[in-house]
């Protein structure tokens, strides 16, 4: 994130309605845009990162109404 010009950011530091979501891993910035990542290890994801690519994981996935 730090190379993509984010900065990483403390609980501490963060917005009050970032706090009341909970307490994310990491908390990033970058113009006024949010990332929180959540850690969390899982052999399948190893694997696939050993691929040198970008993964991407999509949970709560919602269907269009």
């Known amino acids: 994130m730090k ?3 984010y900065k990483i950011i403390s609980r ?8 009341r979501v909970g307490s994310p891993d990491i908390i990033a910035v970058k113009n006024g845009e949010y990332i929180l990542a ?3 290890p899982s052999d ?12 991407i994981l999509v949970t709560n996935k919602r269907e269009k109404l």
């Open 44 to 55: 399948q994801l190893r694997r696939y990162s050993e691929a040198g690519v970008k993964l």
């Open 3 to 5: 190379r993509m010009g």
């Open 12 to 19: 501490e530091e963060a917005p009050e309605w970032i706090k």
């Open 38 to 40: 959540e850690v969390k």
